[in-house]
């Protein structure tokens, strides 16, 4: 079977997960931070699983726990997740996520385009967001993180979602005012026409 027909035929129970790094200035100077997040590739909701500066072993295994949570796991529901390489997957991580009966799908080496969704989100957080400016401390990249997801989330039309969003607002009836929500001082914007 090829991957885009494996993709179309385990789409509601497809997860995607990566890392990506920022560095923050802080009092010791610059410190780059690990962001694991999850993606649902039906409906391209992101989850931001955690941030570190040192992940390791242990703080993996939690994840993993996190995900499979019984009550809020971002897993429930679905049976694949698909991961690189990275040595931060280590086998006990795996181990977590099978006894819960999620299959991980872990991706040959060099081969982004196979878990091109999560890849994507990459490449918008950081050209919208966190290239544009210098987090100030693990705090203030927390904050950007949170912001940029919700207007991820809420705010901002994906085109392989029919330039839809992910969170839909409620609808206004075209003929209300025309207003701008900022978020991060005006980094990013979304307009909405309000409801009248």
């Known amino acids: 079977m090829s991957w885009a027909t494996f993709i179309k035929a385990h789409l509601g129970v497809l997860v995607g997960m990566d890392f990506f790094t920022v560095e923050a200035v802080t009092w010791l100077g610059l410190v780059r931070y690990h962001v694991l997040f999850a993606i649902d590739i039906a409906s391209r909701k992101v989850e931001i699983l955690g941030i570190a500066a040192n992940p390791g072993g242990a703080w993996m295994e939690q994840m993993a726990r996190n995900l499979v949570d019984a009550l809020d796991g971002f897993l429930l529901g679905k049976r694949y997740l698909l991961l690189d390489r990275d040595p931060l997957y ?33 490449l918008s ?18 904050r950007a993180v949170l912001e940029y997801t919700k207007h991820y989330h809420e705010e901002r039309n994906h085109q392989g979602l029919d330039n839809e969003l992910i969170v839909p607002a409620k609808a206004a009836n075209g003929v209300g005012k025309v207003n701008r929500r900022e978020r991060l001082g005006g980094l990013l914007s979304f307009y909405y026409r309000e409801a009248a």
């Open 90 to 122: 280590t086998q006990a991580f795996r181990q977590i996520l099978d006894q819960a009966g999620i299959k991980t799908v872990r991706l040959p080496a060099h081969s982004p385009n196979l878990n091109a969704f999560a890849e994507r989100f990459v």
């Open 125 to 142: 957080i950081k050209t919208e967001c966190l290239d544009r400016l210098i987090p100030l401390g693990e705090t203030h990249l927390r």
